[in-house]
């Protein structure tokens, strides 16, 4: 039940959690789909979006049982056992939220990773994945810990103990804020940085720049939130704090759909064959001419050339300039795939030496 006063604050939490969990939760399954069942490629980043999306779940429940105690209503209008519990809730939010971010942003990070080939580029992303793995867990820390024991935080009735000064969690949030708008940044812009470099159509171009610059609206959610941050030590913790919390879902809400959409490529492609827009649905496994499978070539060069696996009894050197395999062997197979990890296979010549810039064959086999 949504508790009625303090305006309509509650009832904005509620709608707001309701409608991220669900945006969440959907993109969620269709990646799994699309990952898993589509491109048989389920890798650690999916695994760790998965595990981003329980704990933003939990997140939801936790601060809509808070609700149901008094988050975003006046002290005033509370009894004392319901702002203890609901300040509880709000300390298992600070948990949930932190893993969620830190769980998330791992995803990106490791998804960018995987497509990115320019050593300065994985550097660069290396550096958000850094700044995430640092700040997320000290704001955990901080907040778990901000009290001792740690119960007096939502129980300062029934025993007595310690808190740090509210200033210090202020300056934290802050702190965590601007290195997450940073990370947001690196993993939303330097995509959009790559895709406009790959030799590819404009349409296509813009598609995918479109999706990848989502991850800016997270940290639009953030810029939002600061003005809010310093009533963190407000005397009327619940309601003052109300938009923290509805921005903060807000954050982790599109984050997780953000990581999510930027995968859903193959399952538009096949959705468009299915409606008779495209003349085929451009997944590996799967093609529309009865069973057939349908080749074509393209040219791989350094700007669109991705993971390869080589698949043989000896590990072949890579560089820059070329695949090298195992010389004298020219059954070796070399798989690579694209930005939306679409099998690309080729085979080596004679020499055991194969250019990036050789044509291989594209596999779409139905």
Same mark, same amino acid.
């Given at each position: 039940m949504i508790p009625t006063g303090?305006?309509? #604050?509650?009832?904005? $939490?509620? *709608?707001?959690? $309701?409608?991220?969990?669900? /945006? =969440?939760?959907?993109? %969620? $399954?269709?990646?799994?789909?699309? #990952?898993? #069942? @589509? /491109?048989?490629?389920?890798?650690?980043?999916? &695994?760790?979006?998965? =595990?981003?999306?329980?704990?933003?779940a939990l997140y939801c429940g936790f601060q809509l049982a808070g609700v149901s105690h008094g988050t975003g209503r006046h002290a005033a209008d509370l009894t004392k056992e319901d702002e203890s519990r609901a300040?509880?809730? &709000?300390? &298992?939010?600070?948990? %949930?939220? %932190?893993v969620t971010m830190l769980l998330a942003k791992l995803s990106i990070g490791w998804f960018l990773l995987r497509v990115a080939v320019n050593r300065t580029h994985r550097r660069i992303i290396y550096l958000g994945i850094a700044l995430s793995v640092v700040s997320l867990p000290t704001f955990f820390f901080f907040s778990v810990f901000q009290c001792w024991p740690v119960s007096y935080f939502w129980d300062k009735y029934t025993q007595t103990g310690k808190c740090i000064h509210p200033d210090v969690i202020a300056v934290m949030a802050y702190l965590m804020s601007v290195v997450s708008i940073i990370s947001d940044l690196i993993f939303a812009l330097l995509p959009a940085w790559i895709v406009s470099h790959l030799n590819m159509k404009l349409k296509s171009k813009v598609a995918l720049i479109a999706l990848m610059t989502l991850g800016c609206i997270a940290s639009a959610a953030v810029v939002v939130r600061l003005p809010f941050v310093q009533f963190l030590d407000s005397d009327d913790f619940l309601y003052d704090t109300s938009n923290v919390a509805i921005m903060s879902t807000v954050e982790q809400g599109l984050a997780i759909a953000a990581g999510g959409l930027s995968t859903l490529q193959? @399952?538009?492609?096949?959705?468009?064959?299915?409606?008779?827009?495209? !003349? +085929?649905?451009? @997944?590996?496994?799967?093609?529309? +001419?009865?069973?057939?499978?349908?080749?074509?070539?393209? %040219?791989? #060069?350094?700007? $669109?050339?991705?993971?390869?696996? =080589?698949? *043989?009894?000896?590990?072949?050197?890579?560089?820059?300039?070329?695949?090298?395999?195992?010389?004298?062997?020219?059954?070796?197979?070399?798989?690579?795939?694209?930005?939306?990890?679409?099998?690309?296979?080729?085979?080596?010549?004679?020499?055991?030496?194969?250019?990036?810039? !050789?044509?291989?064959?594209?596999?779409?086999?139905?």
């Open positions: 303090s305006g309509n #604050r509650p009832q904005k $939490i509620v *709608g707001v959690n $309701i409608m991220f969990l669900v /945006l =969440a939760t959907v993109i %969620s $399954i269709l990646r799994c789909y699309v #990952r898993a #069942r @589509l /491109l048989r490629a389920f890798g650690v980043d999916d &695994w760790l979006m998965c =595990a981003a999306m329980v704990a933003f300040k509880m809730w &709000w300390w &298992w939010c600070y948990i %949930s939220y %932190s193959p @399952l538009v492609k096949l959705i468009g064959y299915k409606l008779g827009l495209a !003349s +085929h649905p451009g @997944l590996p496994g799967s093609s529309g +001419h009865g069973g057939l499978n349908v080749g074509g070539t393209i %040219s791989v #060069r350094r700007s $669109i050339s991705r993971r390869t696996d =080589a698949f *043989g009894p000896i590990p072949y050197p890579q560089n820059e300039t070329e695949l090298k395999l195992q010389p004298g062997t020219s059954g070796y197979l070399a798989k690579c795939y694209n930005t939306s990890q679409e099998e690309l296979t080729g085979t080596t010549n004679s020499d055991g030496k194969m250019s990036k810039d !050789s044509e291989i064959n594209l596999v779409r086999s139905v």
